[in-house]
Nanobody, 123 residues
Framework: EVQLVESGGGLVPPRGSLRLSCVVSGDDLSRVYMMWVRQAPGKAREWVARFWPGHGRPYYADSVEGRATVSQDNAKMTVYLQIDSLIPEDTGVYFC????????????????WGQGTQVTVSS
């Protein structure tokens, strides 16, 4: 079973940057599709990035296009989400998620979820 552990959240000022980490265990990075999802207070979960680690280009939501970058370190079994030029609307709990099927990523119903990490953008 795949396990995911996020880290890297915190309080960040507007126009700052952050990099979130998601350590993957239980399967090889190339054998799962992944996504980053966030949930702002009182709002539904919103996908931020969808990708197949090491294959092709990631897809980014319009809300972060041009500001977000997904990367990975295979040796550390870790994927990263960096967001630059942060705005208060980026505040929320960020989750990484994974599934063996791309359709589960597209429908936001991946089988495996991390516990989430809180990001607060505020001065």
């Amino acid at each position: 079973e795949v396990q995911l552990v996020e880290s890297g959240g915190g309080l960040v000022p507007p126009r700052g940057s952050l990099r979130l980490s998601c350590v993957v265990s239980g399967d090889d990075l190339s054998r799962v599709y992944m996504m980053w999802v966030r949930q702002a207070p009182g709002k539904a979960r919103e996908w931020v990035a969808r990708f197949w680690p090491g294959h092709g280009r990631p897809y980014y939501a319009d809300s972060v296009e041009g500001r977000a970058t997904v990367s990975q370190d295979n040796a550390k079994m870790t994927v990263y989400l960096q967001i630059d030029s942060l705005i208060p609307e980026d505040t929320g709990v960020y989750f990484c998620a994974a599934d063996e099927e791309w359709s589960a990523i597209l429908t936001m119903k991946p089988r495996y979820w991390g516990q989430g990490t809180q990001v607060t953008v505020s001065s």
